[in-house]
């Protein structure tokens, strides 16, 4: 079973930061782009940043631009999102999610999705 | 990138069926047919329901189905069904700056 955990979601000042991890099982992790997408709290989703399979590239929304730090470690199954300059409205549940294919193309959907890890930025 | 534009709400009954629209530019869901949706329900993880406007994944009901014309997409629930309730949201490829971007989100609720 295809199957994504995050982790690292705490509480943090203004400023501060912090990184989360996201661990896959259950499918060849290398070969897929992954995402991170955001959800602050009552409100919509928010795409926040992509990494290719072999972490050779990143997007970033503007939103995080400058201050967050997308990467992978496959030998390891994970991927991290390095957080700095933290702000309020940073705060928001974090998922990681798979890139889609079908029939080997990737369709620009996500179809494996974490169960989220809680950042709460606060003084 | 500006969200893309979805109603808040939409309501029906049981065995109806209803359409949430997505607007978006010529620069995302006009340029592509590249628009998926997205299920969620409270407290849970997004569900891919409709990917390239109209393909359902596998597992997913043929109740659900998706069309486009020009800068909208929208997603039809047909035979309406109380587990159908949920927050939907529609999410494009966007070309400016190789991104993505998501609708508001709808609120679905069966009456």
């Known amino acids: 079973e295809e199957q994504l955990v995050e982790s690292g979601g705490d509480l943090v000042q203004p400023g501060g930061s912090l990184r989360l991890s996201c661990t896959a099982s259950?499918?060849?992790?290398?070969?897929?782009?992954m995402n991170w997408v955001r959800q602050a709290p009552g409100k919509g989703l928010e795409w926040v940043s992509t990494v290719t399979g072999p972490g050779t590239s990143t997007y970033y929304a503007d939103s995080v631009k400058g201050r967050f730090t997308a990467s992978r470690d496959n030998s390891k199954n994970t991927l991290y999102l390095q957080m700095d300059s933290l702000r309020a409205e940073d705060t928001a549940v974090y998922y990681c999610?798979?890139?889609?294919?079908?029939?080997?193309?990737?369709?620009?959907?996500?179809?494996?999705w974490g169960q989220g890890t809680m950042v709460t930025v606060s003084s | 990138q500006s969200a893309l534009t979805q109603p808040a709400s939409v309501s029906g009954s049981p065995g109806q069926s209803i359409t949430i629209s997505c607007t978006g530019a010529?620069?995302?869901?006009?340029?592509?047919?590249?628009v998926s949706w997205y299920q969620q329900h409270p407290g849970k993880a997004p569900k891919l329901m409709i990917y390239e406007g109209s393909k359902r994944p596998s597992g997913v009901s043929n109740r659900f189905s998706g069309s486009k014309s020009g800068n909208t997409a929208s997603l039809t629930i047909s035979g309406l069904q109380a587990e159908d309730e949920a927050d939907y949201y529609c999410?494009?490829?966007?070309?400016?700056?190789?991104?993505?971007?998501f609708g508001v989100g709808t609120k679905v609720t069966v009456l």
């Open positions: 999410f494009s490829y966007a070309r400016s700056r190789t991104s993505y971007v």
């Open positions: 259950g499918f060849t992790f290398s070969s897929y782009g």
């Open positions: 010529s620069s995302d869901v006009g340029n592509y047919n590249l």
């Open positions: 999610a798979k890139h889609f294919y079908d029939s080997s193309v990737y369709r620009y959907a996500f179809d494996i």
